[in-house]
């Protein structure tokens, strides 16, 4: 063949069609390369880029969906997604303990795939369009207001608290952003970082990650306070899984340890976990926390909702974590007004 460039690109695009024809038939590179753009891709509503952690979701659930192949001896091929797959899958993820709504999240990754599969004409059976995403509300702790205040007194110069935190580094910092989270409402992915936040002398302006919105927020007292103490400028914290062993490690610290019972599905079945308050404090609990308490201060849902950047109503009272016993008590002061 004679070389020259009219040939030479015939040879790529020939190529190239190939590795597509390859990818078409292998469900595994499809998806990977499917993950592939999707980290490129923006999100239609935000305009933002995907963030990382919806691209980390998805690579666990082709992993998770290739051990369920491996385990059963399976093939994994455009066949497999059947109608019986469901049924399949859901009793190995029972089997292996997996939460309700880990369960409801797989499907609802797998059914963005092979909706894309089945825009390129991959599969052609309809049965995944049946597979069930909706997840389950899970039980989740909120810290009152006499539980900030008791952590926010703790002295990290104190002798006794010094032993106890040495292997911590940065503890104290991961305190300070907590609380501040605790009185703005912000998500991990905000309070993390709030070195280039807006702040004056009684808002904070932050642009939100996940929604790409802005929010203006009142600062409290504490927060001011925290502000100060860094200068104006807060400090960024550590990575998210040593923020949740400082945090239950500063609440073991300030006696945040009433015993809680939290319940959940698990392996298809209701489990009841008792603990310390402390045990069960995750770095979104600062969120939970500020929209408990401003909803029990009697502060107006659309005005709360307008912080923590809530769209509807529904999604924003899965937070609120408000027992009948409070509800009668709200209801009751409305009596006395």
Request: aromatic share 8%; glycine share 4%; net charge positive.
């Amino acid at each position: 063949m004679e070389h020259n460039a009219h040939n030479f690109k015939s040879y790529i695009n020939n190529k190239l069609r190939g590795v597509e024809a390859s990818i078409s038939k292998n469900p595994v590179d499809f998806i990977n390369a499917y993950i592939e753009r999707k980290s490129q891709m923006v999100n239609k509503d935000t305009q933002r880029k995907i963030v990382d952690g919806t691209i980390y979701n998805h690579r666990n659930a082709l992993k998770r969906l290739q051990q369920f192949c491996s385990d059963k001896n399976l093939r994994l091929t455009w066949e497999l997604f059947n109608a019986q797959l469901e049924e399949r899958l859901t009793a190995w993820m029972m089997s292996k303990n997996y939460t309700a709504n880990t369960i409801a999240a797989q499907y609802s990754i797998m059914k963005v795939w092979l909706s894309e599969a089945e825009i390129e004409g991959l599969i052609t059976n309809k049965s995944f369009h049946r597979y069930q995403t909706k997840c389950q509300d899970v039980e989740n702790i909120y810290l009152t207001v006499e539980d900030i205040n008791k952590l926010y007194a703790l002295d990290f110069n104190d002798e006794a608290i010094k032993a106890q935190i040495a292997p911590f580094s940065n503890i104290e910092i991961t305190r300070d952003l907590f609380i501040v989270a605790c009185w703005t409402g912000l998500r991990f992915g905000d309070w993390k970082d709030l070195s280039t936040a807006n702040i004056n002398t009684d808002t904070m302006v932050v642009h939100t990650h996940k929604t790409n919105t802005t929010v203006v927020i009142p600062l409290h007292p504490m927060v001011k306070a925290i502000i100060t103490k860094y200068n104006g400028v807060l400090p960024k914290s550590v990575d998210k899984t040593h923020t949740i062993q400082h945090i239950r490690k500063c609440a073991e610290l300030a006696g945040i340890s009433e015993q809680v019972s939290l319940g959940r599905v698990k392996g298809g079945q209701s489990i009841i976990r008792t603990g310390a308050k402390y045990q069960f404090l995750m770095n979104h609990t600062a969120r939970r926390s500020f929209a408990t308490n401003m909803y029990l201060k009697g502060v107006p849902t659309i005005s709360i909702m307008a912080i923590t950047g809530h769209t509807t109503e529904a999604n924003f009272m899965r937070y609120i974590k408000v027992d009948k016993e409070q509800h009668a008590k709200i209801v009751a002061q409305a009596f006395t007004h």
